[in-house]
């Protein structure tokens, strides 16, 4: 079972503009993760946002967290074709990550 | 190098084979986890060490799955009699901290595992 549901399940953007995605979680966390996978290769890690923080930057990346609404988006600003990817959500509240079904980003240049 | 590193990256089986899929951890990380990843899904969980402690193997599908860390820090997942709906990336990951999933973990680029 996922707990983690990202939405939408595919986004098709041109190069420069903005890429947003959404996870949703059903039960309290203790952090929230995102990473990328590249087609064919393992996941790599993007930031983590705690259950105390409301928003976290790292680079081009901007994650907010809303525990009232048990849900964090992901930006991309600026985004590039190198972007491509899936992106997935990781919701922590035991020591189990348990990940969504990711959100397939394609970036056009 | 540095990372996590997985072997081998592809394997093709007849059905009713064993596979034995190896994970070598970033030294020093005391915990390592292995997931299967169907086509077009996220991670599902497997199996979790700390160390060479097995602490949650209630992700594993059936007992044709074994996970094994000896001297916690090579791991190898071995699937027995394997059939098609095994077919998948299996993926592992190693995390510095004690706390297993609740900080930053390390992903190999995953055995993809066709079952024919």
């Known amino acids: 079972s996922q707990q983690g549901e990202e939405d939408p399940q595919a986004l098709s953007i041109q190069e420069g503009e903005n890429a947003t995605m959404n996870c949703s979680y059903k039960?309290?966390?203790?952090?929230l993760q995102w990473y990328r996978q590249n087609s064919g290769r393992g996941l790599v890690h993007l930031i983590l946002?705690?259950?105390?923080?409301r928003e976290k930057h790292s680079g081009r990346l901007r994650v907010t967290l809303d525990t009232s609404k048990k849900s964090s988006s992901l930006l991309i600003t600026a985004s590039r074709a190198a972007d491509t990817a899936s992106y997935f959500c990781?919701?922590?509240?035991?020591?189990?990550?348990?990940f969504g079904r990711g959100t397939s980003l394609i970036v056009h240049p | 190098g540095a990372g996590v590193s997985q072997s081998p990256r592809y394997k093709v089986a007849k059905r009713g084979q064993d596979v034995a899929l190896r994970c070598d951890p970033i030294?020093?990380?005391?915990?390592l986890f292995w997931y299967q990843q169907a086509l077009g899904q996220g991670p599902e969980f497997l199996t979790y060490?700390?160390?060479?402690?097995?602490?949650?193997k209630s992700g594993l599908p059936s007992d044709r799955f074994f996970a094994e860390r000896p001297e916690g820090s090579v791991s190898t997942l071995k699937i027995q009699r394997t059939q098609q709906e095994d077919s998948a990336v299996y993926l592992c990951?190693?995390?510095?901290?004690?706390?297993?999933?609740?900080?930053?973990?390390?992903f190999g680029p995953g055995t993809r595992l066709l079952v024919l």
């Open positions: 990951a190693s995390s510095f901290d004690r706390v297993g999933g609740q900080e930053t973990q390390y």
């Open positions: 039960t309290s966390i203790n952090n």
């Open positions: 946002i705690r259950s105390n923080e």
């Open positions: 990781a919701t922590g509240g035991s020591y189990i990550p348990t």
């Open positions: 030294s020093g990380h005391v915990s």
């Open positions: 060490f700390q160390n060479e402690a097995q602490l949650d």
